[in-house]
Each structure stands twice: as structure tokens, then as C-alpha cells.
């Protein structure tokens, strides 16, 4: 019998790896409790997958906190509600919750977030599972152990927005080098459409450059490199290192079926495997590094229960150090607003894009609002906040 109870917000896709993850940690000490979703059809088919009691299934959210003796909460939601549903499943003072990356809108959302599990005293973690890949927790253990010299400089390697995928880069290159200070950051942004992701306007392209204490330079470069990867280049004095993702082949992932799947198999992200290889003047070439592949969401989860019983007091998906990901973000817009370079800690505490998009300091060369994630909407909406 599982130890745990979790609660899950959302039963949109992205809560499909979550719930596998939850489920596949090693001898399994939670179960899925209880679910909450608005949609009626994404409820029932999400509970009939995982087989959630109907009893436990909930059109509310909060009366599922309300109803429901939870240990966990995991926030699925797209970022526009993290806030408001992690303050609401806080209030319930929960042992821990788990939200889905972008930890949120702007910073000041964040730093709500981070006050009412602190004063209810729940542990709050963001999904940045990235950096529990087995490879990736190698790589930042030879770069400690200076194989490729002191970090000068990490590329980031994904070409997508700067709170959907740069968010899961910029969280990678600070693990990397173990946590330093962003001391400042200078940003460009372009917006000649009226993009939205999420439900929230984004940008068409961002260029950014964060400075950390300990000398290195993190280069951002939203939708101006081909693709959608995760991963970077990590350029030291004395040699370069690469990391990259890929997946399991398609015949060895478990199918969503008979749920809606719009964008194929979503197990697929439980089955990422994070690649390494680096090179130095040893190495003689490049050299691959390997470990045990695991699930890294699983791993995350794992860290959760970990962190509830005692055997860890530094998370790696730690809500703290999801806020720094999220000031580096609103810093690069600031930079982009004000047209300077722009000095940590921020004190902007809302998105400054929106700002410029609401003031009109972005002028549309194309008119016409369209949602880049409108595939994954049910019903008749073209965003999902208007279902």
C-alpha cells in the first residue's frame, strides 16, 4: 500500500508524464489520490487511465484540496494559473507540491508562490526535471572536477520561447556550474506578431546574455537556432562540453490511447535520455559519458518524497532555484523594455513584455493574435483560457 497520496491539477498532457513519473518511482510510496480538471472529457479519460475512483475526480480544484487528505499536490496547469493554484493548494498546507515549469508569470507571482508554502510550511518544487538525467548529473560532477577548465561560457541549444523551453536551458546551465549569482543580464526582444503562448503574448525571437558571479556567461538565444532542443555547450579554458536529449525508439513507449492524443505518445518524455560528451587536451576526441539511464521525472518525484523525509534539504527542483530561472527571464525582458543592462536582484515585479505589449513599444508589423500550443485546446477555443 502506497505511503503518499498526490493530487493532481490539470489532466492536460504534460500531467500524463507527471502521473507515470509519480507512479514509477521506486517502490511506488505514492498513488494518484485524486484528480481535478474542468474539462469533463479530459477528467474521464484521464481517470479511466489511471485509474482514479470516480469519487476522486473533481471539476473544482479547490474542492478537491478541500475534500481530499493530500501529501502531494502537482500543479499541470499552463503557467497563467500556477500561482493562483499553488497559493490555493498551499493554504491546505499539503507536505509538498510539485508545479509545472514556468514556475510562473512574472516574479512577483514567483515570489507569492514562495511565500505561502513558507508560511504554511510545504515545500514547493518546480518541474525542471531536466538536471535529474543521469548524464547530465555526470556532467556537472567532471565539470567540478575541472575537465574542461573553469566555465567561460554556456551556449544555450534551443531555438523556442524564453519561458517554454529556454526556461528548462537556463535552470540546466546554472546547475551546471552549481548554483552562481546572476549579477546582470542585457536582453533583446522582437515581436512583429501577435504570438501567444499559453494564453500570455511571447516574443517572435529574444537574444540575451547573463552574467553569473563566478566569471562565466550564459548566451540565450530564443528562436534564433534551428529546432526546439534541450541542451547547451558548455565552452571551459581548457576544453568544451556538449549536452543534448534524445528518446527511446517510439515501439518501446507506452501509447496515451484511448486518450486524446494530439501530440503523439507523451510517455515519450519519460523516456528522454540526456547525452553528454565533452573534450579536452586528454581525451584525445570526443569523449561520450555514460550512466544508468532512469526516468528524470521519476527522479524528481523521487527527490519530493525525499525531501519530505528528511534524506535531503538541497533539491535540485528546489522553488528557490526555479526563482532564479525566473528573474534571469524577466531581467532579459527589463533589458529589452528599458534598453540597458539590468542589475540583479530585479525589482520589476511584472512582466515587463507584457508591459510592452499592453503600452504598444512592440509595434505589430502583422496583425492577428494566434496561440502557438492551440492544437493541444479541446472544444471550440482557440486558447485555452477562453474553454
Known sequence: ?????????????????????WLGVEGRPTEIGA????????????????EVPEAHRYADFRQMLDSEHLDFVDVCSWHRLHAEMVIAAAARQPKAIICQKPMAVDLGEADAMLTACQRNGVKLMIAYQRPHHATWKKARDLIR?????????????????????????IRLALFLMDEPRVEWVMGAVERTTELLERGLPAEDACLGLAACDNGALILIMGNLVEGLGQGCRVIGTQGIMELSTTYHPDEVIPSDAPMHMPEGLSAR???EIGAVRYLNGKTGGWEDVSAPWHDCWSQQCREAVDWVEGRTDTPVSGGERAR????VMMALYESARKRQRI?????????????????GELAVEWPGGYERRATLVRGEGMSWHET
Open 145 to 169: 572536477e575541472g575537465a574542461i577548465g573553469r566555465v567561460a561560457q554556456i551556449q544555450l541549444d534551443s531555438g523556442g520561447n524564453l519561458l517554454n523551453t529556454n526556461s528548462h536551458n
Open 343 to 359: 542589475y540583479l536582484p530585479l525589482k520589476t515585479r511584472v512582466n515587463p513584455l507584457r508591459l510592452m505589449v499592453d503600452n
Open 269 to 271: 518524455y519519460n523516456f
Open 324 to 327: 532564479a530561472v525566473q528573474e
Open 35 to 50: 484528480i481535478a480538471d474542468s474539462n469533463p472529457d479530459a477528467l474521464r479519460e484521464f481517470g479511466d487511465f489511471f
Open 1 to 21: 500500500m502506497a505511503t503518499y497520496r498526490t493530487g493532481i491539477i490539470s489532466c492536460v498532457i504534460i500531467a500524463r508524464v507527471h502521473a507515470r513519473a
